[in-house]
């Protein structure tokens, strides 16, 4: 799947721009990896594929406890979507092929 591999993504937050880096691979409609940043890395959970369209969740605790929900397009070396989080609201991301 085109999805499949290592991604730079780039979040635009309230707090500036954040950079992650994401690993996956996809398996039917389903979506593993994990997304690192600032020296940690975390496994995706509830991670879906259908065509160019991906979603996945992670959890995280700095600078708070929050769950992130990316829903995405890829599009060849290419994904972009939203960030969802929670009661802040949907912030937009990108992602390039590493």
């Known amino acids: 799947m085109a999805v499949d591999g290592n991604w730079n993504i780039v979040m635009s937050t309230p ?16 979506l ?9 890395s975390i496994e995706i959970f509830d991670g879906t594929v259908a065509g160019d369209d991906v979603a996945w969740k992670v959890s995280i605790t700095n600078p708070m406890p929050l769950t992130l929900a990316f829903t995405g397009k890829v599009a060849g ?22």
């Open 77 to 98: 070396d290419s994904m972009s979507g939203e960030m969802g989080i929670g009661p802040m609201g949907s912030f937009p991301f990108k992602g390039t092929k590493a």
């Open 32 to 40: 593993t990896g994990t997304q690192g940043a600032e020296g940690q």
């Open 15 to 30: 707090m500036g721009e954040r950079n992650a880096t994401l690993t996956v691979k996809s398996a039917g409609g389903t």
